[in-house]
């Protein structure tokens, strides 16, 4: 005969830790300044040939909405080396990352951070490694992947005048 378990993990229990809100900005402010150290951005594994960072690109690219066309503007600002190092990073998982659905894990890309989605996040969705967020929602975890800080990522002028803006940002 089988009864209930002795003690079941229980769904009310709280399982997430708490940060503060400065300790999350200032996390949040030093993984921004990392995306202009270049020798953090080539440490991270990421192919750039460009030797001024941050990159910062025209509000026009919030506007792209097919893939290959972004495609065309990354290798336009000599982005082609890194689409190809992430395109072969794809691999299969083992263990119980499989067992649980997680079958692959792909490499990690440039991150374009706009003001306004226009499309560019739908067009971005078809390169892997590749990811788009509005600067209002970025975080440590899309600047600093893997708790290492130094992403490619590209900024609109609008999003880095609005990221100056934001409260908190140089205090």
Do not use: C, Q
Request: hydrophobic share 35%.
């Amino acid at each position: 005969m089988k009864g209930r378990l002795p003690h079941p993990p229980r769904s009310e229990k709280v399982i997430h830790l708490g940060v503060n809100r400065k300790e999350k900005r200032l996390a949040t402010d030093s993984a921004i300044a990392y995306t202009a150290n270049l020798e953090a951005v080539k440490a991270r594994g990421h192919k750039v040939t460009k030797p001024s960072l941050p990159m910062v690109v025209a509000d026009d690219i919030e506007t792209i909405e097919k893939t290959s066309e972004l495609v065309s503007f990354l290798e336009k600002v000599n982005l082609k080396a890194e689409l190809e190092r992430v395109e072969g990073r794809t691999k299969r998982n083992s263990g119980k990352r499989r067992l649980r659905g997680r079958v692959y894990r792909g490499g990690i890309g440039p991150l374009i951070v706009v003001t306004n989605d226009r499309g560019v996040g739908k067009a971005a969705g078809g390169i892997p490694g590749v990811k788009v967020t509005r600067v209002e929602d970025v975080g440590v975890l899309d600047l600093a992947p893997g708790g290492v800080p130094g992403r490619l990522t590209i900024w609109t002028e609008s999003a880095l005048s609005a990221l100056e803006t934001r409260k908190g940002v140089g205090s």
